[in-house]
């Protein structure tokens, strides 16, 4: 039973006018059709059940459960921004069936804004009134309208299948990681993990030997080859010197004369001597000494009687020598503007970082000796042409050149002089050339003594553990491209063996400390209990699998699709695609069971909106432009109401239902009588226009 009153106030501006609802509406059943002229107060009746019921708060949560021009009469209503409160009313509803009686009262007076509601005498509010009921206010619409509300409901359903299905992925998602802290679990992984380092601290260990050994084998080798080469420099120093001491020994002079040209010559052979040695050193460091023409210059120089060309030739061969090494230093600076040299520099720069990057080739015995003399070559052609290098190296080579050029001149100026001191005879001015390079050479000769001493306590240790001559054969035989270096090339090679024998310890021993840490953490895992449901980690990650492929099928693949059917895209991308829209009109067509067509009511099979045809079970096909506004409405109705919740009492409002005759309206009243009767129905109200006012009740 609804008991009714209300008065709704209106200011037309020049007056308040009061309507105060009719006396046949104070009392009637909860399931009714009223049909009446339009002063009679039916929707004012309708607005004030929708506000009592939370209306405007069940149209934020679900604009499609209010109908969007009847949602701004119910602001209108109560619009807190109207100078004075326009609507009074008091609304009481009382459902009994099945022995159970509920109550729901709702007042509301003129002096104040604000709706009391009470459900069985309690007060109530939206979040509690929910929970239990809903509400539906609504214009019926046409049938194809409503189908495309069912579209958009099932892709919110289906949203809010896809948002529990991820929750629980979630949920399980966390279980499972927690199943990562399983002992049992750990110590699979860790004790494979431990395998693999062990396996790479075996061959650290095994690489970090043949690194040290044979580093150790070429540190020996290094302290033979520089007592070598001072031996041999002595043997050949030697009978220089000697040489030199016995023309000294022959020359009549008087040790006592003293004059200015006699110190420039001295000062010139002294460092004649020192020039020729320097300009040596930097034509070997640059790699060019082997080539023909410098070698033959070389030759040339270490030939020359120096002292007869300064003071009988005026220095002319020995200028001639520098010259042509200075004239072939340029020849190869002019290469390096070459391009195709330039393209070679930086092929060979890159193949050349290529192959230090892969230290595990040059380290193997089968390939890398041959590989170390490749970069060794390369290394020299680099050395001779990359601009960096060549411009370092030459550099110093000109500025040796010009010394020598230099000191030429001063020792034929001295030699010119002669003539001019009186002091110095030309027996003098030769012995003073050969004094200056008897005290070079006898420099030298010592400091080689020195270092032959130094370099044989090392020699005797050597002697002690090993026959000498046989390690030369076998570091040849076991480092053929060590062994072929020169002095400086060795030193260079040993550093970088140092350097990869000094890593190589390094990661030895940060594997083996890694190594006892995990044998640690595995040791202490044994002692730890396996967590919950770690016997069914294979059936929850077999679970999760499936959960991600829904999740990604409502969260993306579907959607696609349901974009796909609101389009009316009549293909279809893949049988996934088909599927999908045969089990959603499916769906849609249980919200409709039934149609009434051409006054004949049938049961529906499918409905397609694709296609815009309902099929029915006896076999018929019927296209949505053949039916009526009212059967289309009734169509519609049925839709909405056989949509309802039933674990909810629900409250269904419908207006501006005129269009539909008595043979469109007498499902839906026959529907919603039997949803009062399997409490499903908490109030149904159906609203129409008419010239007399007539209220049924459908529970009778």
């Known amino acids: 039973?609804?008991?009714?009153?209300?008065?709704?106030?209106?200011?037309?501006?020049?007056?308040?006018?009061?309507?105060v609802s009719d006396d046949e509406l104070n009392n009637i059943d909860n399931v009714v059709a009223i049909e009446g002229p339009n002063d009679f107060g039916k929707s004012i009746l309708l607005h004030c059940i929708a506000v009592s019921a939370y209306g405007l708060d069940f149209f934020k949560e679900d604009p499609k459960k209010i109908n969007e021009e009847l949602k701004k009469k119910l602001d209108w209503l109560l619009d807190p921004e109207d100078k004075f409160s326009k609507l009074e009313y008091n609304l009481d509803i009382t459902y009994d069936r099945g022995g159970s009686e509920i109550k729901f009262t709702s007042n509301k007076s003129l002096d104040k804004r604000e709706i009391d509601r009470?459900?069985?005498?309690?007060?109530?509010?939206?979040?509690?009134?929910?929970?239990?009921f809903n509400l539906i206010y609504d214009i019926p619409s046409n049938p194809t309208k409503r189908?495309?509300?069912?579209?958009?409901?099932?892709?919110?359903?289906?949203?809010?299948?896809?948002?529990?299905?991820?929750?629980?992925?979630?949920?399980?998602?966390?279980?499972?990681e927690s199943l990562n802290t399983d002992p049992e679990e750990q110590l699979k992984v860790l004790n494979e993990e431990l395998r693999c380092l062990k396996e790479s601290r075996e061959t650290s260990r095994i690489q970090y030997g043949g690194l040290n050994q044979k580093l150790n084998s070429l540190k020996n080798y290094q302290v033979i080859r520089d007592y070598d080469s001072i031996i041999n420099n002595l043997k050949g120093n030697e009978p220089k010197l000697k040489q030199i001491k016995s023309k000294l020994d022959s020359l009549k002079r008087s040790k006592e004369t003293t004059s200015r040209s006699k110190s420039i010559i001295r000062d010139f052979y002294g460092n004649a001597e020192d020039y020729d040695d320097e300009l040596l050193t930097l034509l070997d460091d640059l790699g060019i000494d082997g080539d023909k023409k410098i070698k033959d210059q070389i030759g040339e120089l270490n030939d020359l009687d120096k002292p007869n060309d300064i003071k009988n030739n005026?220095?002319?061969?020995?200028?001639?020598?520098?010259?042509?090494?200075?004239m072939y230093c340029n020849e190869l600076k002019r290469d390096v503007v070459d391009q195709t040299v330039n393209e070679n520099i930086k092929f060979l720069q890159a193949l050349k970082d290529a192959i230090k990057d892969r230290p595990e080739i040059i380290d193997?015995?089968?390939?890398?000796?041959?590989?170390?003399?490749?970069?060794?070559?390369?290394?020299k052609y680099l050395k001779k042409h990359a601009d960096s290098e060549f411009q370092a190296n030459f550099d110093n080579i000109f500025t040796s050149i010009e010394k020598i050029e230099n000191n030429?001149?001063?020792?034929?100026?001295?030699?010119?002089?002669?003539?001019?001191?009186?002091?110095?005879?030309?027996?003098?001015?030769?012995?003073?050339?050969?004094?200056?390079?008897?005290?070079?050479?006898?420099?030298?000769?010592?400091?080689?003594?020195?270092?032959?001493?130094?370099?044989?306590?090392?020699?005797?240790?050597?002697?002690?553990?090993?026959?000498?001559?046989?390690?030369?054969?076998?570091?040849?035989?076991?480092?053929?491209?060590?062994?072929?270096l020169s002095n400086d090339e060795f030193v260079d090679n040993l550093k970088s063996l140092e350097s990869k024998t000094r890593n190589e310890r390094q990661n030895f021993n940060g594997l083996n400390m890694t190594v006892e840490g995990k044998e640690k953490i595995i040791e202490k895992l044994k002692t730890e209990k396996r967590p919950q449901y770690s016997s069914e980690r294979e059936s929850i990650e077999t679970l999760l699998n499936e959960l991600n492929s829904i999740i990604f099928n409502t969260g993306n693949q579907f959607k696609a699709y349901f974009k796909s059917i609101t389009s009316s895209k009549s293909a279809v991308e893949n049988d996934t695609e088909e599927k999908f829209r045969k089990s959603l009109f499916r769906y849609i067509s249980t919200k409709t069971p039934?149609?009434?067509?051409?006054?004949?009511?049938?049961?529906?099979?499918?409905?397609?909106?694709?296609?815009?045809?309902?099929?029915?079970?006896?076999g018929r096909t019927i296209p949505f432009q053949s039916f009526g506004t009212g059967k289309s409405q009734s169509a519609s109705l049925l839709n909405r109401i056989?949509?309802?919740?039933?674990?909810?009492?629900?409250?269904?409002?419908?207006?501006?239902?005129?269009?539909?005759?008595?043979?469109?309206?007498?499902?839906?009243?026959?529907?919603?009588?039997?949803?009062?009767?399997?409490?499903?129905?908490?109030?149904?109200?159906?609203?129409?226009?008419?010239?007399?006012?007539k209220i049924e009740s459908l529970l009778t």
Do not use: C, W
């Open 594 to 618: 039934t149609i009434n067509h051409a006054g004949n009511d049938y049961e529906v099979e499918l409905i397609d909106p694709i296609k815009k045809t309902i099929a029915t079970k006896d």
């Open 364 to 379: 193997t015995d089968d390939i890398g000796p041959d590989i170390q003399n490749f970069l060794s070559t390369i290394d």
């Open 408 to 484: 030429i001149s001063n020792g034929v100026a001295a030699y010119s002089n002669l003539s001019e001191d009186d002091n110095l005879s030309d027996e003098d001015s030769n012995y003073e050339a050969l004094r200056a390079q008897y005290d070079h050479l006898n420099a030298k000769i010592k400091d080689l003594k020195a270092k032959e001493k130094t370099s044989r306590v090392n020699i005797d240790k050597l002697k002690e553990v090993q026959d000498l001559d046989s390690f030369k054969t076998a570091i040849r035989g076991n480092y053929p491209d060590a062994a072929k």
């Open 314 to 326: 005026e220095g002319k061969k020995y200028l001639n020598i520098v010259h042509e090494i200075k």
């Open 1 to 19: 039973m609804i008991k009714y009153k209300s008065t709704l106030l209106e200011d037309d501006t020049k007056n308040i006018n009061e309507f």
């Open 118 to 132: 009470k459900l069985n005498d309690n007060y109530t509010t939206f979040n509690n009134f929910k929970k239990d």
């Open 642 to 693: 056989n949509s309802l919740d039933p674990s909810k009492k629900n409250i269904v409002l419908f207006d501006e239902i005129a269009h539909m005759d008595d043979e469109s309206l007498k499902p839906i009243k026959t529907r919603l009588k039997e949803l009062y009767e399997e409490g499903t129905l908490f109030v149904g109200i159906l609203v129409q226009k008419g010239s007399k006012v």
């Open 147 to 176: 189908l495309e509300e069912l579209l958009v409901e099932s892709e919110v359903k289906l949203n809010d299948i896809h948002n529990i299905v991820d929750n629980f992925n979630n949920y399980l998602s966390e279980i499972d």
